[in-house]
């Protein structure tokens, strides 16, 4: 298929892709919305027994700071395709894409004030502006640029790290970090005011800078490897060269698993804190190759009949993959948060990644079935909208 061809169907396989990347940010996401004590260092004072705390470390090395990574490559490799479809349609691209990204920017803040202080949807759009000035860069100019620029910032957060030695935690940081997670109980146990509240302080006490420049330059990285792939077309026919499928794997998977292995340690509340930093760093620099050997993993088992039914399955999920993001960070908050039952702080871990498999086995079917009657997601429609400036059709045309 011509990389700028409009008309052309869409990638199942990139569908599924996107649907496999849905799932391991729910896994993920999930801990910020259940746990008070998630990611900060400090002992669970409920949950810290010895199966708590393997289910939170194999977490933290096979999920944590992996799949957001794989999402954002998709989009923009998803860029390259908007492109072409705005060349293909005569329309000049940056309107429609500075649409849609103010469009994310809305959903993303309104998502992050009421449901989900850790929101990446506002980060893609201000990273997006980024992405939109980088439209005519040579692929090979975009990959270097997106290699120096994980080396870097893994090469600043190393220098925190080693810093961090020469600076010793706070000797209150256990007892005020105890404390903030109290009061964060009550605030999420609430009212949906309070609830509300705890978002907005989190946010700006915290979130927006682990956002930005803990995931932002990384995001950013991805983005343009998504972008010089997607100019090379490399995803209409990946099985065309399995051997840099496989190539990719041997020569991330390693590395990836070690770099995770030594992240997860070091976030254990066993560990010193001082340990944090180097950790983080030895992580966000093995992540982008532990995410693509995971992609490409899994664009190879497509090929085996389990990998195809599998595929299939999640690929409507991966189609409307930025309604069910949000959709999970509904059910979530109702679950966990005084919009609903007020779980905060009430369920183990495994029982946490339970419920993330359970909601993620609902929105499989749930997806399948919208997509069956309608041509887009309700999310996605309504961005498309704004992007094209024109009401695309609601329900999908039957045919006979």
Not at 73 to 94: I, N, R, V
Not at 106 to 131: C, E, K, R, S
Not at 138 to 157: E, K, Q
Request: glycine fraction near 10%.
């Amino acid at each position: 298929m011509s990389a700028t061809g409009g008309s052309r169907p869409r990638l199942e396989h990139v569908d599924a892709l996107r649907g496999f990347a849905l799932f391991g940010i729910l896994v993920v996401n999930i801990g910020v919305f259940a746990f008070p004590f998630y990611g900060g260092g400090v002992p669970d004072p409920v949950y810290s027994g010895p199966l708590d705390l393997t289910v939170r470390w194999l977490i933290a090395w096979l999920f944590e700071t992996k799949f957001y990574l794989l999402f954002s490559f998709l989009f923009g490799y998803s860029f390259t395709l908007q492109m072409a479809a705005a060349e293909h349609g005569g329309a000049a691209f940056a309107p429609r894409f500075l649409r849609r990204l103010a469009g994310l920017a809305a959903l993303g803040l309104a998502h992050a004030i009421l449901f989900y202080q850790g929101d990446i949807l506002l980060t893609y759009a201000v990273l997006g502006l980024a992405l939109l000035l980088c439209r005519r860069m040579d692929p090979g100019r975009a990959l270097r640029r997106a290699l120096w620029l994980i080396v870097l910032a893994s090469a600043v957060w190393a220098l925190l790290g080693a810093l961090s030695f020469l600076d010793p935690v706070p000797a209150g940081y256990a007892a005020q970090y105890k404390a903030d997670a109290l009061a964060s109980i009550e605030a999420y146990r609430g009212t949906i005011g309070t609830t509300i509240a705890q978002h907005i302080k989190e946010l700006t006490d915290n979130v927006w800078f682990t956002v930005l420049f803990v995931q932002g330059p990384y995001v950013f990285a991805m983005f343009l490897a998504g972008y010089a792939l997607g100019r090379r077309n490399a995803l209409a026919d990946p099985w065309r060269s399995p051997r840099a499928l496989w190539l990719l794997c041997a020569l991330g998977l390693l590395p990836g698993l070690a770099g995770a292995a030594v992240y997860a340690t070091s976030a254990l509340p066993q560990a010193r804190v001082v340990w944090e930093l180097p950790g983080l760093a030895a992580g966000l620099l093995t992540a982008p190759l532990l995410s693509l050997s995971y992609g490409a993993a899994f664009l190879l088992a497509l090929r085996t009949g389990p990998g195809r039914r599998l595929g299939s399955w999640l690929a409507p999920a991966g189609r409307m993959a930025l309604s069910n993001y949000l959709m999970q960070s509904v059910v979530c908050a109702f679950l966990f948060t005084a919009w609903g039952l007020r779980w905060y702080a009430a369920v183990s871990p495994l029982a946490a990644f339970a419920i993330a498999v359970a909601i993620f086995a609902a929105q499989l079917p749930l997806s399948a079935w919208w997509l069956r009657r309608h041509a887009y997601g309700p999310v996605e429609w309504f961005l498309r909208a704004l992007t094209i400036g024109a009401w695309p059709a609601w329900r999908r045309a039957q045919t006979r």
